[in-house]
T-cell receptor, first 116, second 114 residues
Framework: DSGVTQTPKHLITATGQRVTLRCSPR?????VYWYQQSLDQGLQFLIQ???????AKGNILERFSAQQFPDLHSELNLSSLELGDSALYFC???????????????FGPGTRLTVL | KNQVEQSPQSLIILEGKNCTLQ??????????LRWYKQDTGRGPVSLTI?????NTKSNGRYTATLDADTKQSSLHITASQLSDSASYIC?????????????FGTGTRLQVTL
């Protein structure tokens, strides 16, 4: 158990819909990262938040957005869903020291999204 | 283009044997390189993190090496166990101001059999 929690574990929805994935980081971790992993594909970094502010952006679509709240939990919003958005979505957290460059990221169990 | 390539794509070995997984990268400027283990359907777990000045780092039966000149890394697994069956992912971090940009390899799928 990494200490990172994600809800829900599974989500099934239809094309065109909007969903929200939730992540609670490990106690004391200020950074939250979101990743997408499609079937048999590598992990794709989406976005990082640090202490409530966006720090780094990866291959995140405009239909996707995220935020980190004052209690440090984070939500990833996916809208106008397409079949290709079906994937495992992972959240990770880390302490993030001065530069954050050698932090260990602890991954949550993931949310499996299926778009029908 | 910043890329991370891993080989082999998949590997089957007998329990108790050793194996070595390879990672080549073109990411620049280099910040650090990480190896993760990911069991099927679960989140990745960090094995090692190495910066530019580190040549080798161990974590139990896992030993990672880094040659920053040739931009190559390897992960050596000693005396493999059935529980080592998983995907092993190489991740290279590129320094970008106060944030770091991560580039992921597609992983090596290892199966350890009896």
């Amino acid at each position: 158990d990494s200490g990172v929690t994600q809800t829900p574990k599974h989500l099934i929805t239809a094309t065109g819909q909007r969903v929200t994935l939730r992540c609670s980081p490990r106690s004391g971790d200020l950074s939250v990262y979101w990743y997408q992993q499609s079937l048999d594909q590598g992990l794709q970094f989406l976005i990082q938040y640090y202490n409530g502010e966006e720090r780094a952006k990866g291959n995140i679509l405009e239909r996707f957005s995220a935020q980190q709240f004052p209690d440090l939990h984070s939500e990833l919003n996916l809208s106008s869903l397409e079949l290709g958005d079906s994937a495992l979505y992972f959240c990770a957290s880390s302490v993030t020291r001065t530069s954050g460059r050698t932090d260990t990221q602890y991954f949550g169990p993931g949310t499996r999204l299926t778009v029908l | 283009k910043n890329q991370v390539e891993q080989s082999p794509q998949s590997l089957i070995i007998l329990e108790g044997k050793n194996c070595t997984l390879q990672c080549n990268y073109t990411v620049s400027p280099f910040s650090n390189l990480r190896w993760y283990k990911q069991d099927t359907g679960r989140g990745p777990v960090s094995l090692t993190i190495m910066t530019f000045s580190e040549n080798t780092k161990s974590n139990g039966r896992y030993t990672a090496t880094l040659d920053a000149d040739t931009k190559q890394s390897s992960l050596h697994i000693t005396a493999s166990q059935l529980s080592d069956s998983a995907s092993y992912i190489c991740v290279v971090s590129r320094a970008a101001g106060t944030a770091s940009k991560l580039t992921f390899g597609t992983g090596t799928r290892l199966q350890v059999t009896l």
